[in-house]
């Protein structure tokens, strides 16, 4: 079975509901996950928008996530570990944890989340940066697998 990222708050290629950006409560959307390889020593997750202004913008960074777990709970908290293992890095807005959707341009963008199944765990501190953790990745990834929600800003509908 090949590893698969799902969101029961948004399907793939759907709006993001706005409780999850800075039109809402900007809380992080639950994700699970099922197809884990066996050899899976850690996972990674990635939130990025693909269409920003700034080039690729990170919102979320997970790494470190056990093998064993299968779901990220709807508002994780922004702390630098979380409470089934693994830790959360610095996203773009320089915060740790999730900053939601928040697009400047009036524009519609693509979210992507990307899952990463990897054959080794991270030698990184709670913090890092999306590159970092692209950069550490780099020869050890499994399998991944994406999930791209879209949101424009309620004021610009």
Known sequence: MALEVRSTAFRNGEMIPPE???????????????????DTESLALILED???????WSHWVVFNILPGVNTLPEAVPPSKSLSGGGAQGRNDFDNFGYGGPCPSDGKTHRYVLRLYALDAALGLEPGATREEVLDHMEGHVLQKNELMGR???LADR
């Open 20 to 38: 999850y950006t800075c039109d809402g409560e900007d809380v992080s959307p639950p994700v699970t996950w099922l197809g884990v390889p066996d």
């Open 50 to 56: 693909i269409d920003s202004v700034e080039g690729v």
């Open 151 to 153: 949101y424009r800003r």
